[in-house]
């Protein structure tokens, strides 16, 4: 009795999390538009993530090109972080968070319990939504990883670093006369960009960004937008945002998010002229989101 | 119309909002009152506690001396050369005697000679041997020399300022004149007790000192530290940041608020059957009183330390984790150099009341009168709240102000420790 009742409420639950959209729009039972490339950096098959019993990502599969950059957009809860934390292993820190499916990076398994996720998360570096600089100087913040993945044996080399990270970074010039003042006494944006230099510190392919710009005012958001267009040549990057005008300006492809399924994968250009799938037309004209 | 209605129903309103608002700030000027009387009235039991404490046993850091002319007669001594063999059967006693005796001639009968003679203190004849070891050429001398009264003396001298005539006590009425005679002539002092500092406890009030008690709580403090600093640390480190949150690691941390509550008998019990009679440790050494007091300390240490990790935030560690860095690598550059001061603070409040703790250390022997200054954590001790309490249950007078004086020394030695406690959190604290 209570089983089939539980079965009869389901549908109604999803009608009621989903908008009126939900009602004419049927889901894809795969994504629409481009979702693979040929020279995939990163390849992801069949991604499932569960909270609990809780599924909050169901069966995607994308792939992320050399020196490109992927922007991820979609409602609030559509699950485009959490399948961005997948790709450096973050998820495993959170309890009762379990990951299945195929990651590769460069044709190199990453999911599972057998792979070592230290030296993966050196080669995918990270970028979070709120600047998190280490309670250190701004030259630790930077030294921290090369030090603690041993890249540099003597001062000199690590001094190099530092100072390229923060270059590329376009924080040198800025901070270059107190690298001995802490992290944390920077503007929003400049701790941002102080985040950066730390993640490309250990030279990594990959640099995954979480909503990079959200805390952040328009005059800092342009200049790590351009630092992202800039950083494109030697890093591969996927980026989650919640602002189209953001992804259209920063990225060659767009993944469109929705309740945990990946409906459409197109160039962006295409997304936000041209969308395939009606879901997408509906997000990016502003009818939800 | 209707826009008549709605002003008056605004002015309703705001007069309504005026009106709550009186009560509303009497309610708040209330509530302050109160918050200023509890403040109050506790800086007022601190301060009669203090004021007490001070005026009782402010005597205690001074002693009163006598001025003697000695004569080192090598015939009352019995000695003809000074050396360890000879000092040691010497007879100072007889030389003291002999002292009294020129100084006040009339007494001349056994009973009034017997009260003469209990005007120094017992110590005296020692100091005479210190003396005369030091300086042996005085052999057959004469010497003026300051040696120590006894209690009654001392009690009663220091009472004449605050009562006619003195407290007399056990001092007869014929004592009491050859001491006024003597206070008045100067030959009574009273001088800063340097022997309340440097010597151990004694059955004579006058000879003891807090040393060995002072130096007992160090020691036990010390083992303390090192003890259950490390394992506190370690255990909230384990269970904040690696420990699965399951059925188990919710009993132990159930189990770890419970025991901060237990009440401290109990641990000494545990560590009379566990340290003493299994294990054999020697009784009431430091050692075993530091280790009871660590299992004691242990639950508030592990508490205030999990709670000075929980309060790290977790976009550090996310930072940490996302650059690479090893669950052990984060704890160790992140999250523990930003949860230190709070485990520090943890660690002093545990030790604080390590200190001041009692009834375990009764379990396991350390009320024991102890003399002797211990030397090492596995000498007989006693610690500075023991010896408050063996004090205050001594008969003589002269024990009450030195159990003020100890608790002043207490109380001096815990803010000392808080001091070094906040002024180690200000340097390790960073300010971002």
Redesign the interface.
């Known amino acids: 009795m209570n089983s089939i009742a539980t079965a009869v409420s389901m549908p109604e639950t999803a009608v009621q999390e989903g908008t009126d959209v939900d009602h004419k729009i049927e889901y894809p039972a795969t994504t629409v538009g481009a979702p693979f490339v040929d020279k995939a950096k990163l390849r992801m098959r069949g991604i499932d993530v569960f909270y609990g019993d809780k599924q909050a990502i169901h069966n995607v599969s994308l792939d992320i090109g050399q020196h490109e950059v992927v922007a991820m957009i979609g409602p609030s809860g559509c699950g485009k972080s959490t399948f961005l934390r997948c790709l ?1 292993r ?1 998820n495993d ?1 959170i ?1 009762g968070c379990r990951v299945s499916g195929d990651i590769q990076l460069d044709g190199e398994q990453i999911n599972g319990a057998s792979v070592d ?6 080669r995918v ?2 970028v ?1 939504q ?1 600047p ?4 250190k100087t701004i030259y630790e913040n930077v030294a ?2 090369p030090r ?2 041993g890249l540099a044996s003597r001062r000199a080399e690590l001094d190099e670093i530092v100072e390229t990270s923060l270059t590329r970074a376009g924080l040198w010039n800025e901070v270059k006369d107190r690298l001995d003042q ?1 992290g ?2 920077l503007s929003g944006g400049q701790q941002q960009r102080l ?1 950066i230099a ?2 490309i510190a ?1 030279s990594p392919e990959v640099i995954l960004m979480d909503e990079p710009c959200s805390a952040l005012d328009p005059i800092a958001t342009a200049r790590i937008e351009e630092l992202i267009s800039e950083l494109r040549e030697n890093f591969t990057i996927a980026i989650v945002t919640h602002s189209m005008q953001q992804a259209a300006r920063v990225s060659q492809r767009t993944a469109y998010f929705h309740l945990g399924n990946l409906v459409e994968v197109n160039d962006t250009e295409r997304v936000f002229t041209n969308p395939e799938h009606a879901l997408t037309e509906a997000y990016i004209t502003g009818r939800f989101g | 119309m209707t826009k008549s209605h709605a002003l008056r129903n605004q002015e309703k309103v705001r007069s309504r909002i005026e009106q709550n608002l009186k009560r509303r700030y009497r309610k708040e000027k209330i509530f302050r009152g109160f918050g200023i009387a509890s403040i109050v009235f506790g800086l007022l039991c601190v301060a009669v506690l203090l004021t007490d404490i001070i005026y009782k046993g402010h005597g205690a850091f001074f002693q009163h001396y006598l001025q003697l002319e000695v004569q080192y007669d090598p015939e009352t001594l019995g000695i003809e050369q000074v050396d360890e063999s000879a000092l040691a059967l010497a007879n100072f006693d007889g030389v003291i005697k002999d002292a009294m005796k020129a100084r006040f001639p009339e007494a001349r009968d056994r009973r009034a000679r017997r009260e003469l003679y209990s005007i120094p203190s017992t110590d005296a004849p020692f100091a005479l041997r210190d003396r005369l070891q030091q300086a042996p050429q005085l052999l057959g001398e004469r010497e003026t020399i300051w040696v120590m009264v006894d209690d009654d003396v001392d009690a009663f001298i220091k009472s004449l300022d605050e009562i006619e005539g003195g407290f007399r006590g056990r001092v007869s009425e014929r004592k009491a004149g050859w001491l006024m005679s003597l206070y008045e002539s100067g030959e009574l002092q009273n001088r800063f007790n340097t022997q309340f500092f440097t010597s151990g406890d004694s059955r004579e009030p006058e000879q003891a000192g807090i040393k060995a008690a002072l130096v007992g709580s160090a020691l036990t403090l010390l083992v303390t530290l090192a003890l259950s600093f490390p394992i506190g640390v370690a255990a909230a480190v384990y269970l904040e940041e690696f420990a699965p949150k399951n059925r188990w690691t919710d009993l132990i941390e159930v189990n770890i608020n419970n025991l901060a509550a237990v009440p401290s008998i109990v641990f000494g019990l545990l560590g009379l059957a566990i340290f003493i009679n299994f294990f054999e440790l020697p009784r009431s050494a430091p050692l075993i009183g530091g280790l009871v007091l660590t299992l004691m300390t242990l639950p508030t240490i592990i508490i205030s330390s999990r709670a000075a990790i929980k309060a790290v935030p977790p976009s550090i560690r996310e930072a940490a984790m996302g650059m690479g860095a090893s669950r052990i690598q984060v704890v160790f550059h992140h999250v523990l150099p930003l949860a230190m001061p709070g485990m520090l603070t943890g660690a002093i409040i545990g030790l604080a009341q390590a200190l001041g703790e009692t009834a375990p250390l009764l379990m396991i022997g350390m009320v024991a009168f102890i003399v002797d200054v211990p030397t090492g954590i596995t000498d007989p001790a006693t610690v500075l709240p023991v010896q408050i309490f063996l004090w205050a249950d001594s008969p003589e007078r002269a024990f009450i102000e030195k159990t003020s004086a100890a608790i002043m020394v207490l109380l001096a030695f815990l803010i000392t420790m808080n001091l070094g406690a906040v002024w180690l959190r200000k340097k390790l604290e960073r300010r971002w």
Not at chain 1, 132 to 135: D, G, Q
């Open positions: 450096n973050m820190t309890e996720v230290v030296p993966l998360r050196a570096g990270m979070f709120k998190n600089p280490f309670p921290y990883g603690i993945h802490p944390t006494g985040c730390r993640a250990v």
